[in-house]
């Protein structure tokens, strides 16, 4: 594993974009210019908690289903947070379901 701009491990630094969800994916993202594999875990990061974020709070309003539906995708949420830090801990630029290519795209389409 290489340091990072940071002076950290790139395996610890990609931890730490999952560590509060889409908050430290933003933070790393500014800060990690130059590290692609950081750059990737952070804007997967930001991708995957922040339209999760946004659906729950749209599925929680929904009359008799909205609970359970928004159980399940904190369930699945939860999984995600657990998958991207072991992810990134083995130093492995793991793609998440739908989620990763998205935040691929992202990256190059804005030049990140």
Request: glycine content about 8%; hydrophobic content about 50%.
């Amino acid at each position: 594993m290489s340091k990072t701009r940071l002076g950290l491990e790139e395996n610890i630094e990609g931890v730490l974009c999952y560590l509060l969800e889409e908050i430290t994916g933003i933070l790393f993202l500014v800060l990690e210019r130059e590290n692609d594999f950081i750059k990737f875990h952070a804007m997967q990061s930001i991708v995957t908690f922040l339209t999760l974020r946004i659906v729950k709070v749209v599925t929680v309003h929904i009359p008799f289903i909205g609970g359970p539906i928004t159980l399940m995708i904190t369930l699945i949420e939860i999984a995600l947070w657990i998958l991207g830090i072991c992810k990134a801990y083995q130093g492995e630029r793991y793609k998440f379901p739908i989620f990763g290519d998205i935040a691929e795209e992202l990256l190059k389409k804005f030049n990140i």
